[in-house]
């Protein structure tokens, strides 16, 4: 069926990297996607990789993705307080549906 | 402001009542996705319209329904509430056909709905 697994809390310390890691279904997806949900907020669109891919880097954030296996992690580098948040791991799937995983919230230990 | 337009952000009612939540997806967005975020079940899609037609159904219950508008807003109405209900219902948009594939979806900031 279509699921999209990842762990439901990470507690990392400020300065650290964090990895977040997700499993996903359907190896057509073409797309991967993390979003961000900061309390009290929507979901906003963190950044994407494009299946063909193996790394996506933007700034901070450092995506890898390995087709075998099914997996998707996203790295912060340096994480800050303003990193906590809930980070959701989707796919798109061959009707344009995206899944969502359930979220791993993000927490910034001082 | 991301662009799509959630009202109203909070409500409260009372078991068995109805109620009707807004979305005014982003300018240019054909397609609205509902979406039902709970602290256990984590985000659920309920039903997506594209320019006014339904277009894919998840885990929507009976006492729940949809439906898309000639200006492309979308009503989400949830009847015979119960406690259960309780949670934020989200909203997102998206330009429809291949266009998500790139930018994503864009989300509302969420209708947070308590049932008493």
């Known amino acids: 069926g279509e699921d999209v697994e990842q762990s439901l809390f990470l507690s990392v310390r400020e300065g650290d990297s964090s990895v977040i890691n997700c499993t996903y279904t359907?190896?057509?997806?073409?797309?991967l996607y993390w979003y961000k949900q900061e309390p009290g907020a929507g979901l906003q669109l963190l950044t994407y990789?494009?299946?063909?891919?193996d790394m996506k880097q933007d700034q901070r954030l450092t995506v890898l993705l390995n087709k075998k296996d099914k997996h998707l992690s996203l790295r912060i580098a340096d994480t800050q307080t303003g990193d906590s948040a809930i980070y959701f791991c989707?796919?798109?799937?061959?009707?344009?549906?995206?899944?969502f995983g359930k979220g791993t919230r993000l927490h910034i230990l001082p | 402001d991301s662009g799509v337009t959630q009202t109203p952000k909070h409500l409260i009612t009372a078991t068995g009542q109805r109620v009707t939540l807004r979305c005014s997806p982003r300018?240019?967005?054909?397609?609205v996705y509902w979406y039902q975020q709970s602290l256990d079940q984590g985000l659920q899609f309920l039903i997506q319209?594209?320019?006014?037609?339904?277009?894919a159904k998840g885990n929507i219950l009976e006492r729940f329904s949809a439906q898309q508008f000639p200006d492309l807003h979308s009503e989400l109405n949830l009847s015979s509430l119960e406690l259960g209900d309780s949670a934020l219902y989200f909203c997102?948009?998206?330009?429809?056909?291949?266009?998500?594939?790139?930018?994503?979806?864009?989300f509302g900031s969420g209708t947070r709905l308590t049932v008493v």
């Open positions: 997102a948009s998206s330009v429809g056909g291949t266009g998500e594939r790139t930018y994503g979806y864009t």
């Open positions: 359907d190896s057509s997806s073409t797309y």
């Open positions: 990789i494009f299946s063909n891919m």
């Open positions: 989707a796919e798109i799937l061959r009707d344009d549906k995206i899944i």
């Open positions: 300018s240019g967005d054909l397609s």
């Open positions: 319209y594209y320019n006014g037609e339904e277009r």
